[in-house]
C-alpha cells in the first residue's frame, strides 16, 4: 500500500507540475523555475523526477539553481568519458585495474569489483606496514627475506631471491629428494654423506677420518706425523702420514728432535751445540755444552764474573760492584759501590739502587774491613740525600709515605718560610718513629723549602750485625737501622734533640744502647745518645745530632773458666750416663726374671735417651754448618720427645695395672711403638713445614728462641707431664684404697707402690732437668747453666740407680750373675755364662712381650 501511495503522490506531483508550468506560461518564469499557485516563481528540483529517466542508468542526478547535472556513480563511467551531463546517458562498469599508471603499484595484483577494486602484494612480497589488502595510498609491495625465518632447516643454507627463496645443502650433505636446490624443507632435507665408509680411500693409509658437520677431516694416528706439518688435513694427495722418527729417540743427548715437511732433524738446545760449532748434527750425535765464559770480559764486561751453567752463563759483579740495569743477552753493567748512585731520584730506581747495593754488601766476604764500614757510609749518605731531593717537591705541610721489598720512607715538607703552628714533625715507618722539631729542621736562615724523612732499612740490619764486635763485649742488632734526614746544613748541633722511638726485633737479658753511625769513623757510636725507656718491646732514643740509627744489646757470655768447667762437667756426665744406659738395656733385655710390659718400656726409653745423650755430646756445639745443624737439633728434638712419650706410656700402663684391674691385659707392643716414635715425628714433621728455620742457632744446635718456637718442644713436653701426673695421682689414691682393705695382696700392692714412686721420681727428674735446661738456653744466671748440666748429663745414671740398683730382682740377678762368672773363672769348666736365675718376686699381673 505505501509503495502505491508514493508512486500515485509523485504522479499527482509531477502531473500539477505540468499544469501548473503549462498555465503560468514561459513567459512568466524563466527555465528551470515553475510559478507557485501565489504567482511567485521558485526553483525546479529536476532530480526529484525519476533519475534514471532524465540522467540515464548508473547515474546520479545533482539539482543545480534553475538547472541540473548528471554523473555516473563511483565505479562507473560514460563511453565517451564525459564526467558531466544533462542527456540521458547511461554509465557503465568502470574496471580500475586497467588503469595507467596502475592503481596497486609495482609486485602486486589487482582485483576489480562492482564499483570497486582492491590489491593484494605477489608471493614473496607485503607491505611495509604489514597489510594484507589494500586500495590506495601504497606504492607497492616489497621483496620478503624469507631466509630470516630459516626455511630450509638444518645442515642447509638459505640464499634469497626476488620474491622467492630457495635452499642448498652444505658441503658433505645432500638432499633426500636429490634435487640441487628445494623450497619446502617438509619435503626434501639435508643429510650427511657418508664419506668415511672407506678411511683408507678417503684419507690414505696410518690416518684416522673423522666426519664432523658433513666436512670430512683426516688425522695421523699416533706416532706418526703430516707431511704438512699440520695436524689435520682434507687431500690425501696433498698430505700424507709418515712415522713420527722423534718419538724413537734418533737424536743424542742435548739435542731436540724437528720435523719440517716430512724431514726429521736434531738441533742443538741452547747453550749447547755440535763438535764443529753449529746448531744441527747428525742423528744420535750429542751436543756439547758451549764454554761462554772463554772471554769473560767479552760476555760479562768489566767489573764481573762469569760462571758457565748447562747450557748457558751467568754473569756476577766482583766484590765490591753492583748492577742497577741487566743489559741484553744476560751481560750486567757493573758499577764500583764507592760511585754507584741511583739512575735517578725516583722511588722505583732508589728501590732498585738500595736492593742491588745491599745484595753486593752482603755477597762481600769482609764484613768486618774498614773497605766495607765505608761502604756503609757511602750508602747511607746517598740515600739522605736522594730522599731529600723527593722530599724538596712536596706541598707545604704535605706527608707522604712509601713501602717498598727494600726501605719504608716517610718524608714531609714545609714552605715559604712557613713553620706550623703545631711546631714539631712526626713521622712514623713501620718500625720507627720521629718526633722532631721544625726549628732544628729549618735551622736558623730563612727558607723557601724545609723537608724532614725517615727511612727504615729492611735488610740492612742483616748486613750490619756482622760489625758489632770488640774486644770485650759482645753487641747484638735488636732494631731495625733507619735514617733521618732534614734540609739543615748543621745537624750535629741541636737546640732541640730528636726523639727516636724502635721497635725491638728481640729482647734479651742485656744493657740495651742507642747508637749512631759515625761515616767519619765508619762505625757505630753512642756519642750524643741517650736511652730514654727501653721495655720488650720499644726503645726510645734521645740524641742531639741526626745520622742512621739502631739500638744495640750488650749480652754477656760465660766466663772461659766457666766454660772449662761445664764442658768437663758435661763431658764426664754424659760419659757416665752412657755406660749407665747400655747396662740398664743389657740388663732389661737379658734378665728374664723381669720380663714385663714394663721393663720393654724402660728399655724403649733408655735407647731413646742414649741416643739423645750420644747425639747432644757429638752434635750440640757443631754450629759451623747450618744445614748438619739443623739436622741435629731435629733429631735432638724427635728423641728426647720420644723420651717423654715412652714416660707417658709408663704412666698408662700404671694406671691400666692399678686404677682398672690388678691383673688386666696389658698395652700392645705395636701400638706403643706406634705412639712412643709416632708421635714425636708428628710434632717434628708439623714444626719443620711451619717454620724450618727454627733448627739450629748460632750457639747451639738447637731450637730457636724467635718467634717462640722452643714451644714445639716445650708444649707437647708440658702436657705429657700434666697427663702423666694425673695418671699418677689416680694410681697412687687407689694404691691407698687397697691398702686400706680388708684383704689386700700386700706383695702385688707392694711391687706396684714401687713401680710407682720409681716411675714418679723418673718423672720428676726429667721433668726439672727440662725446665732447667729451658731456662739454661734463655742466657739465665750461671748458676742454671751449672744446675742444667749436672742434672742433665746423670739422667742416665738416674734411671741406671732407679730401676736397676733400687730393684731386688736385678740386684739378686747381677749377684747370681757376678757368683757364675766367679766360678766359671775358678773351675774354667763352664763354657758358657750360666743362665740367669728365675727366683724372686715375679709380677703376677703383667705378661712378657
Known amino acids: 500500500m505505501g509503495s502505491r501511495y508514493s508512486t500515485q503522490r509523485l504522479f499527482v506531483i509531477y502531473f500539477y507540475t505540468l499544469v501548473m508550468r503549462h498555465v503560468g506560461g514561459t ?294 760492584f753492583a748492577s742497577l740495569i741487566e743489559l741484553s743477552n744476560g751481560t750486567i753493567d757493573c758499577q764500583n759501590l764507592k760511585t754507584l748512585q741511583p739512575r735517578s731520584s725516583s722511588l722505583k730506581d732508589i728501590c732498585v739502587f738500595v736492593r742491588n747495593y745491599v745484595d753486593s754488601l752482603n755477597k762481600m766476604q769482609s764484613h768486618r774491613s ?47 718560610n712557613t713553620i706550623p703552628k703545631a711546631g714539631r714533625a712526626k713521622l712514623s715507618v713501620a718500625n720507627a718513629s720521629m718526633d722532631i722539631s721544625w ?32 774486644s770485650n763485649k759482645k753487641f747484638e742488632l735488636i732494631s731495625k737501622v733507619v735514617t733521618t734526614a732534614v734540609t739543615n746544613k748543621d745537624k750535629d748541633n741541636l737546640e732541640d734533640p730528636v726523639i727516636l722511638t724502635f721497635e725491638n726485633k728481640k729482647h734479651k737479658n742485656g744493657k740495651v744502647m742507642c747508637v749512631y753511625w759515625d761515616s767519619s769513623e765508619a762505625a757505630w757510636s753512642d756519642h750524643g745518645c741517650k736511652l730514654k725507656n727501653s721495655t720488650s718491646m720499644v726503645t726510645v732514643c734521645s740524641c742531639s745530632h741526626l745520622s742512621s740509627f739502631a739500638v744495640l744489646m750488650a749480652l754477656h757470655k760465660i766466663k772461659h773458666s766457666d766454660a772449662i768447667i761445664l764442658n768437663i762437667i758435661t763431658m764426664v756426665g754424659i760419659i757416665l750416663s752412657l755406660v749407665c744406659l747400655f747396662i740398664s738395656i743389657v740388663t732389661f733385655i737379658l734378665c728374664h726374671s723381669i720380663k714385663s710390659v714394663r721393663t720393654t718400656i724402660h728399655t724403649h726409653l733408655c735407647v731413646s735417651l742414649f741416643l739423645a745423650e750420644l747425639l747432644f755430646l757429638i752434635g750440640i756445639s757443631r754450629t759451623e754448618h747450618k744445614t748438619v745443624c739443623a739436622v741435629i737439633a731435629g733429631l735432638l728434638h724427635y728423641l728426647f720427645l720420644a723420651c717423654f712419650s715412652w714416660m707417658l706410656l709408663e704412666g698408662v700402663q700404671l694406671y691400666i695395672m692399678v686404677v682398672k684391674v690388678f691383673n688386666a691385659n696389658s698395652m700392645r707392643l705395636k701400638y706403643m711403638c706406634l705412639f712412643g716414635y709416632g708421635f714425636p715425628l708428628l710434632v717434628v714433621a708439623i714444626s719443620a713445614i711451619m717454620y724450618s728455620k727454627g733448627y739450629g742457632t748460632d750457639e747451639y744446635c738447637w731450637l730457636k728462641l724467635e718467634s717462640g718456637f722452643l714451644w714445639a718442644f716445650i708444649a707437647p713436653v708440658s702436657v705429657i707431664i700434666v697427663v702423666n701426673a694425673g695418671f699418677f695421682i689416680l694410681t697412687v689414691w687407689q694404691l691407698v684404697n687397697k691398702f686400706s682393705s680388708l684383704n689386700p695382696n700386700m706383695s702385688e700392692l707392694k711391687k706396684v707402690r714401687t713401680f710407682t714412686f720409681t716411675a714418679i721420681a723418673q718423672l720428676c727428674l726429667l721433668g726439672c732437668t727440662w725446665i732447667f735446661g729451658m731456662l739454661h738456653f734463655q742466657d739465665g744466671t750461671i748458676a742454671m747453666a751449672y744446675i742444667f748440666t749436672i742434672i742433665n748429663s746423670l739422667q742416665g745414671a738416674f734411671i741406671f740407680i732407679l730401676h736397676c740398683l733400687f730393684n731386688k730382682q736385678v740386684r739378686d740377678e747381677y749377684n747370681k750373675a757376678f757368683i757364675g762368672v766367679c766360678r766359671m773363672t775358678k773351675a774354667s769348666k763352664y763354657s758358657e755364662f750360666s743362665t740367669f736365675s728365675t727366683q724372686g718376686l715375679k709380677s703376677t699381673n703383667e705378661t712378657g712381650m
Not at 756503609?376 to 724538596?392: D, H, Q
Not at 730563612?446 to 758489632?468: C, G, P, R, T, W
Request: aromatic share 8%; net charge negative; charged share 20%.
Open 370 to 416: 774498614k773497605e766495607f764500614h765505608l761502604l756503609i757510609s757511602n750508602f747511607l749518605k746517598v740515600m739522605e740525600r736522594y730522599t731529600l731531593t723527593l722530599a724538596n717537591d712536596l706541598d707545604h705541610e704535605e706527608m707522604k709515605n712509601f713501602s717498598s721489598d727494600e726501605f719504608d720512607i716517610s718524608m714531609q715538607a714545609i714552605r715559604n
Open 27 to 320: 513567459t512568466q518564469c524563466g527555465e528551470g523555475f515553475y510559478r507557485t499557485i501565489n504567482r511567485t516563481c521558485i526553483d525546479d528540483n529536476e532530480c526529484e523526477l525519476d533519475v534514471s529517466a532524465r540522467c540515464g542508468v548508473n547515474t546520479e542526478c545533482h539539482n543545480t539553481f534553475g538547472s541540473f547535472y548528471c554523473t555516473c556513480k563511483k565505479g562507473y563511467s560514460t563511453h565517451s568519458g564525459e564526467t558531466h551531463f544533462t542527456t540521458t546517458t547511461h554509465c557503465r562498469e568502470d574496471n580500475e585495474c586497467y588503469h595507467m599508471p596502475p592503481v596497486c603499484g609495482p609486485n602486486t595484483i589487482c582485483y576489480n569489483t562492482l564499483g570497486s577494486f582492491y590489491c593484494l602484494c605477489k608471493k614473496g612480497f607485503s607491505t611495509s606496514s604489514g597489510l594484507t589488502n589494500f586500495t590506495t595510498g601504497y606504492a607497492g609491495c616489497l621483496d620478503i627475506n624469507e631466509c630470516e625465518t630459516d626455511p630450509c632447516g638444518s645442515n642447509a643454507t638459505c640464499t634469497n631471491k626476488f620474491g622467492n627463496f630457495e635452499c642448498t645443502c652444505n658441503e658433505g650433505f645432500a638432499s633426500t629428494t636429490g634435487e640441487h636446490t628445494f623450497t619446502d624443507r617438509t619435503v626434501t632435507q639435508c643429510r650427511e654423506k657418508k664419506t668415511c665408509q672407506d678411511a683408507v680411500r678417503t684419507c690414505g693409509t696410518n690416518a684416522d677420518c673423522i666426519m664432523a658437520m658433513g666436512q670430512v677431516t683426516c688425522r695421523c694416528k699416533g706416532g706418526f706425523l703430516s707431511t704438512t706439518g699440520e695436524p689435520t688435513f682434507t687431500d690425501k694427495a696433498k698430505a700424507q702420514c709418515k712415522a713420527n722418527l722423534c718419538l724413537s729417540h734418533i737424536c743424542g743427548a742435548n739435542t731436540v728432535c724437528r720435523h719440517k715437511a716430512g724431514r726429521f732433524y736434531c738441533q742443538c738446545l741452547q747453550g749447547f751445540s755440535s763438535a764443529t760449532g753449529g746448531t744441527r748434527v747428525t742423528l744420535r750425535a750429542p751436543c756439547i755444552d758451549k764454554d761462554e765464559c772463554q772471554d769473560t770480559v767479552a760476555v760479562c764486561r768489566h767489573n764481573a764474573s762469569c760462571t758457565n751453567t748447562v747450557g748457558g752463563f751467568h754473569c756476577t759483579c766482583n766484590e765490591g
Open 439 to 470: 726549628n732544628s729542621v729549618t735551622g736558623k736562615e730563612k727558607f723557601d723549602v724545609a723537608a724532614a724523612a725517615l727511612i727504615s732499612y729492611k735488610k740492612l740490619d742483616s748486613v750490619m750485625e756482622h760489625n758489632l764486635l770488640d
